[in-house]
């Protein structure tokens, strides 16, 4: 089995900054893309930022330049730093890990999320 922990959430006022976490834990050979996603109320979840095995990261429009992505392979954690926060961040952030569990099987493991409320 495969678990996928999010950690980090909180309250924060407008400008302020955050750092979530996410580690992956079980029987697996190796973790590809790990992802950051958020999901406002009554909104659809969206792809915030995603960064491959050997790095290379990309970020939806509304995040780039405030958020950066980035893992440490060795412990199988992905991290959000979140500067400049805004209140439209306000949301509900999941982890995700594209995971090889066995030479015949991947699959996209998710986190429980962990709420991110920006005060105005």
């Known amino acids: 089995q495969v678990q996928v922990v999010e950690s980090g959430g909180g309250l924060v006022q407008s400008g302020g900054s955050l750092r979530l976490s996410c580690t992956a834990s079980?029987?697996?050979?190796?973790?590809?893309?790990m992802n950051w996603y958020r999901q406002a109320p009554g909104k659809q979840r969206d792809l915030v930022a995603m960064?491959?095995?050997?790095?290379?990261?990309n970020y939806a429009d509304s995040v780039e330049g405030r958020f950066t992505i980035s893992r440490d392979n060795a412990k199988n954690t992905v991290y959000l730093q979140m500067n400049s926060l805004k209140p439209e961040d306000t949301a509900v952030y999941y982890c995700?890990?594209?995971?090889?569990?066995?030479?015949?099987?991947?699959?996209?493991?998710w986190g429980q999320g962990t709420q991110v409320t920006v005060s105005s």
């Open positions: 079980g029987r697996f050979l190796r973790i590809n893309a």
């Open positions: 960064i491959t095995s050997s790095g290379s990261a």
């Open positions: 995700s890990a594209d995971v090889v569990v066995t030479l015949l099987r991947r699959d996209t493991y």
